[in-house]
């Protein structure tokens, strides 16, 4: 494994999966404002995701335009690093921001990778079905063995 990285020196991240749902591509500042839309209309939902157990994020407060900035070119900035890949998770139909994708080293030692991802609430039906493609094609395409789901 690279020192900096999680992930094996010389392995090039995938930056896209498309399926007939959902489209995904490396979160950056273009998604800005689509992305504050999406999860600000979704804090609730969001918390009661599986993988958001510290009850801390989203904010109920929100954050402001600039501050979702700097969080999603922190993001980016990871993502090409190779410190944590984050995703947004996109409508193949008209592009719209629909949820989020997150994949950074595990806290915990009996894990290679924290997977969590999240969808707004008034596209819920793709909780279960973003969280299972996700586990094929982390299988499939990433260098990770040991998964923690979060218990999906």
């Excluded at 409508?91 to 924290?114: E, K, N």
């Excluded at 008034?122 to 990770?144: E, F, I």
Aim: aromatic share 12%; proline share 10%.
């Amino acid at each position: 494994m690279a020192s900096t990285t999680f992930i094996p020196t010389g392995f090039r991240p995938p930056t896209s999966l498309v399926t007939d749902q959902f489209r995904l591509e490396p979160l950056g500042p273009q998604h800005n404002d689509a992305d504050l839309a999406a999860w600000t209309s979704s804090v609730e939902h969001i918390r009661n995701t599986p993988g958001y157990p510290d009850g801390r994020w989203p904010p109920h407060e929100g954050m402001s335009p600039e501050d979702n900035l700097r969080d999603l070119r922190r993001h980016a900035d990871d993502f090409a690093a190779g410190k944590g890949f984050t995703f947004t998770v996109l409508d193949p139909a008209d592009g719209d921001v629909i949820g989020c994708v997150y994949l950074y080293p595990a806290a915990s030692p009996d894990y290679d990778v924290d997977v969590q991802s999240w969808v707004r609430a008034d596209r819920a039906d793709l909780d279960t079905p973003l969280a299972d493609v996700l586990h094929s094609w982390l299988r499939a395409a990433w260098p990770w063995q040991r998964l923690n789901r979060f218990g999906r």
